[in-house]
């Protein structure tokens, strides 16, 4: 036995590695059959393999580093699922709950050390604003649920953020305040009245600044960049800049990576390829790294040392906890919440970690007098064992409360009785044929896409080639095409199925595809080369939506769809009682709350009521603006009010519809003219509610031509009267 504990503790950097491996790989699965949360498991295996455990694992550098880097990324991944107009209609109650989350256990920690644990006013501030602040531990949780978009939730990240901020303000303050009194320090006076003024003027300098340069930034990158790995890096790199930048403030560099999601949010949509691969390896490497870290950093044995210990321990998780207790059900009760999401609240909150060993660290370099800190033994391991507590409840109470909230949303969605739009069949038929634009009209499909779909619900990505003496060469071309087109939906974690067709006719070639296997809509891209075919349509699209009565999205984007800033929407007259009107408004509601940007609707007054009345039922975190449209003939004025980064939409018709009128013919024309070099969407909206696309009579033309002898003649009066 002694020889075998000469091997330990393990200090070779690859064993050690391959040991934490082995408890992110199994601690979830031995958790998972005690019915605890993996979080536990992993906080609970740092503590066996760690030096005040089992001694079997040091504590080496990688510790340090992986786990900050997984303490910035729970908190940059909830910056980047914070639902912004969401904070920014409930603003009071982010303010409100915030500042109860961090005063009340602040005040009932203070009272609690000053009268039971007798410590001095200033260790027994230090000690609340420790309990004040809380670190998303629970997060995780979240995550797995999907849950990250509910109210509760956002509540919860936003009001630790705030009173995460007042804590870190209260402990530079004091900091500051023991510095003024160093002897060592040329003018303490000076420095105690520049500390605040200087300490103020450099958040709002750096705050103002990332505003506008990280956007700018982003924009500029993504554009020009489409590498998955250099964009994955690009977005660690601001991240991890944010960070350094809070830590050269004053702040803990965790407020940066928060801060550096929140802005980043708007770029990295949540179906994105890019956010699976920033949750990915954060929740398989960095966030277990931190918890396991932070499980070695907890002294059991200090128990050991005596009851006092333990009462101190006690005290300090009792009253911290119970304060953030306070906070989330009286939260609860003045939003007139749920009492599961007072739940939520209060297990999100309540969770002490590696944010309370850091202001325990700034205590202990703060003396007092000589040789004696602020920060006492007994307070540093009572910190330490109340970290492991709050974790176990926090983790116990978030589960609770996300099945709660998953089983109370599955019982809403089974009781109504409403069948949106949202819930109806979808399948999308993915047309591509040129690899420049291919990767955008997946993305298209993607973030259009229903979150929760089942693979009933999936993409199929379809080239149709030719059949004549060349088919053999396009088709490894398309082959070759689609397993691009593949990594790229597996990245995103989208399934998608995948054919090269052959045939004699284009058009004909998409509508067999199509109804093979069973697709709901269409999206194809507009022909990039006008040298071979100067047409605008091409050369099948017209006898496709003449002769397929299911929703066909045509797109063309100059620039990546993350950095689309506004969506113009051109919409008929009389488009509301087309039956595919909440199809095409469905899609492009949830493509602007993927992309968190606004979509401003342009049209008759009786249709924009109707799509507000829509859009606030089904999707009121999307923000709108509504202009009204007399008349068709303004189509060609807005196009001075689109921007290169804006994408206009123009829902159209077909002809012989309800809102099909005789402008509609002079689209072409005028998108070529006015819209040129613009981000664009033509939509043709579902006809005939689900009619067999097979059925054809001699009262119903299959093809129209683009241009009619009507056109032809009018033309040639115009020229005629010019002359």
């Known amino acids: 036995m002694a020889q075998l504990a000469a091997y330990f503790p393990i200090t070779d950097p690859t064993l050690i590695f391959f040991v934490v491996l082995l408890m992110i790989l199994f601690a979830p699965i031995i958790m998972s059959k005690l019915r605890i949360p993996h979080i536990i498991g992993l906080v609970l295996a740092g503590v066996i393999v760690g030096h005040y455990g089992l001694d079997i694992l040091e504590r080496d550098s990688s510790f340090d580093l992986f786990g900050r880097v997984g303490l910035y990324y729970i908190m940059f991944l909830a910056g980047l699922e914070m639902d912004m107009e969401g904070v920014k209609r409930n603003t009071?109650?982010?303010?409100?709950?915030?500042?109860?989350?961090?005063?009340?256990?602040?005040?009932?920690?203070?009272?609690?050390?000053?009268?039971?644990?007798?410590?001095?006013?200033?260790?027994?501030?230090?000690?609340g604003c420790i309990m004040a602040s809380n670190t998303l531990i629970a997060y995780p949780i979240i995550s797995r649920y999907g849950l990250q978009k509910h109210s509760s939730v956002a509540l919860s990240v936003g009001a630790s953020m705030i009173s995460l901020f007042l804590s870190l303000v209260m402990i530079a303050g004091l900091a500051a305040q023991f510095r003024s009194h160093d002897e060592s320090q040329p003018s303490t006076i000076n420095y105690q009245l520049l500390f605040w003024p200087l300490f103020v003027l450099k958040l709002a300098g750096y705050i103002a600044a990332m505003l506008w340069i990280i956007p700018h930034l982003t924009r500029y990158f993504l554009r020009r960049y489409s590498d998955a790995v250099m964009q994955f890096i690009f977005i660690l790199a601001v991240?991890?800049?944010?960070?350094?930048?809070?830590?050269?403030?004053?702040?803990?560099?965790?407020?940066?990576?928060?801060?550096?999601?929140?802005?980043?949010?708007?770029?990295?949509?949540?179906?994105?390829?890019?956010?699976?691969?920033?949750?990915?390896?954060?929740n398989a490497l960095f966030i277990p790294y931190f918890l396991i870290g932070v499980g070695m950093l907890i002294n059991v044995r200090t128990i050991a040392q005596g009851p006092y210990v333990l009462w101190v321990m006690l005290l300090i998780a009792f009253f911290g906890t119970f304060g953030k207790a306070v906070a989330a059900y009286l939260s609860s009760l003045l939003f007139r919440l749920p009492k599961r999401d007072g739940h939520m609240m209060f297990g999100l909150t309540s969770a002490h970690a590696a944010g309370a060993i850091a202001m325990v660290m700034v205590g202990m370099r703060l003396e007092v007098e000589p040789g004696v800190f602020l920060v006492s033994d007994d307070m540093l391991n009572g910190v330490v064992l109340m970290i492991l507590v709050t974790c176990v409840i926090s983790s116990l109470m978030t589960q609770h409360a996300a099945q709660q909230v998953t089983l109370?949303?599955?019982?809403?969605?089974?009781?109504?009785?409403?069948?949106?739009?949202?819930?109806?069949?979808?399948?999308?038929?993915?047309?591509?044929?040129?690899?420049?634009?291919?990767?955008?009209l997946l993305e298209q499909a993607i973030l259009m896409r229903h979150t929760p779909s089942s693979k009933q619900q999936g993409l199929v990505a379809l080239n149709v080639v030719y059949d004549d003496e060349s088919a053999s060469r396009h088709r490894e071309e398309g082959l070759h095409l689609l397993e691009k087109l593949e990594q790229q939906a597996a990245a995103a974690d989208v399934p998608m199925q995948t054919q090269v067709r052959l045939a004699t006719n284009i058009a004909n070639g998409i509508k067999h595809a199509f109804r093979e296997y069973g697709c709901s809509e269409i999206i194809l891209g507009m022909h990039v080369h006008t040298e071979r075919n100067a047409k605008f349509w091409g050369d099948f699209l017209q006898s496709l939506y003449n002769g397929l009565n299911r929703q066909i999205m045509l797109s063309r984007f100059v620039q990546p769809l993350t950095t689309l800033r506004r969506i113009q929407v051109a919409v008929p007259s009389r488009a509301e009682f087309e039956p595919g009107f909440h199809r095409w408004l469905?899609?492009?509601?949830?493509?602007?709350?993927?992309?968190?940007?606004?979509?401003?609707?342009?049209?008759?007054?009786?249709?924009?009521?109707?799509?507000?009345?829509?859009?606030?039922?089904?999707?009121?975190?999307?923000?709108?603006?509504?202009?009204?449209?007399?008349?068709?003939?303004?189509?060609?004025?807005?196009?001075?009010?689109?921007?290169?980064?804006?994408?206009?939409?123009?829902?159209?018709?077909?002809?012989?519809?309800?809102?099909y009128k005789n402008a509609l013919e002079r689209l072409p024309?005028?998108?070529?003219?006015?819209?040129?070099?613009?981000?664009?969407?033509?939509?043709?909206?579902?006809?005939?509610?689900?009619?067999?696309?097979?059925?054809?009579?001699?009262?119903?033309?299959?093809?129209?031509?683009?241009?009619?002898?009507?056109?032809?003649?009018?033309?040639?009066?115009?020229?005629?009267?010019?002359?």
């Open 669 to 723: 024309d005028e998108l070529q003219h006015y819209f040129s070099g613009k981000n664009l969407m033509i939509i043709f909206p579902d006809q005939y509610g689900d009619q067999k696309e097979d059925r054809m009579s001699f009262t119903e033309a299959q093809h129209h031509e683009e241009k009619s002898v009507y056109d032809w003649l009018l033309r040639n009066i115009d020229k005629i009267k010019n002359k």
């Open 239 to 282: 991240m991890f800049l944010n960070a350094a930048l809070t830590d050269f403030i004053g702040l803990e560099g965790i407020f940066g990576a928060f801060f550096s999601g929140l802005i980043l949010s708007r770029y990295i949509p949540h179906v994105s390829p890019l956010m699976n691969r920033l949750e990915f390896i954060g």
């Open 586 to 659: 469905e899609r492009l509601c949830r493509l602007a709350g993927q992309l968190d940007c606004r979509i401003q609707f342009h049209g008759r007054q009786e249709s924009l009521v109707l799509i507000a009345e829509y859009i606030n039922n089904l999707h009121p975190s999307v923000r709108t603006e509504f202009t009204p449209m007399a008349h068709w003939n303004e189509l060609p004025q807005l196009a001075a009010h689109i921007a290169d980064d804006q994408l206009f939409v123009v829902v159209t018709a077909r002809k012989g519809t309800i809102s």
């Open 408 to 440: 109370a949303q599955h019982q809403s969605s089974l009781s109504s009785a409403d069948h949106s739009p949202r819930t109806t069949h979808e399948k999308v038929l993915l047309c591509v044929k040129y690899p420049e634009i291919a990767p955008q």
């Open 92 to 127: 009071r109650r982010f303010l409100v709950f915030g500042l109860l989350t961090c005063l009340v256990p602040l005040g009932l920690t203070y009272v609690m050390a000053v009268t039971l644990l007798h410590y001095s006013p200033t260790a027994a501030f230090l000690l």
